[in-house]
């Protein structure tokens, strides 16, 4: 089972970047499409980009095309969540989770194991 641990986030203002890292634990790291999450205030969890066990598919919720990328880094365990232009509306608590299944990577419910989160919040 793989423990994960975000970092990375905190305040920034509109148009500026952050880049977010999730570190793993445990071997099996790379057998697992990763994928980030986000939760503001009130809201539901919503869907932002998902990895590949290799990182040769990427996929990312529309909000965000263009200006977020992930990649990953299976030699350091490590994925990873570059934020650019960022707007106020991308103010939430960002999570990274694991999956087995690359066909669902876009439902959270299909996320098995979980990071306790990383505040970003962009000021307007």
């Known amino acids: 089972q793989v423990q994960l641990v975000e970092s990375g986030g905190g305040l920034v203002q509109t148009g500026g970047s952050l880049k977010l890292s999730c570190a793993a634990s445990?071997?099996?790291?790379?057998?697992?499409?990763m994928g980030w999450f986000r939760q503001a205030p009130g809201k539901v969890r919503d869907f932002v980009a998902a990895?590949?066990?290799?990182?040769?598919?990427?996929y990312y919720a529309n909000s965000v095309k263009g200006r977020f990328t992930i990649s990953r880094d299976n030699a350091k365990n490590t994925v990873y969540l570059q934020m650019n232009s960022l707007k106020p509306e991308d103010t939430a608590v960002y999570y990274c989770?694991?999956?087995?299944?690359?066909?669902?990577?876009?439902?959270?419910?299909?996320?098995?194991?979980w990071g306790q989160g990383t505040q970003v919040t962009v000021s307007s």
């Open positions: 445990g071997r099996t790291f790379s057998s697992y499409p």
């Open positions: 990895i590949s066990w290799r990182g040769g598919n990427t």
């Open positions: 989770a694991a999956t087995r299944d690359l066909r669902t990577v876009l439902d959270a419910t299909a996320y098995h194991t």
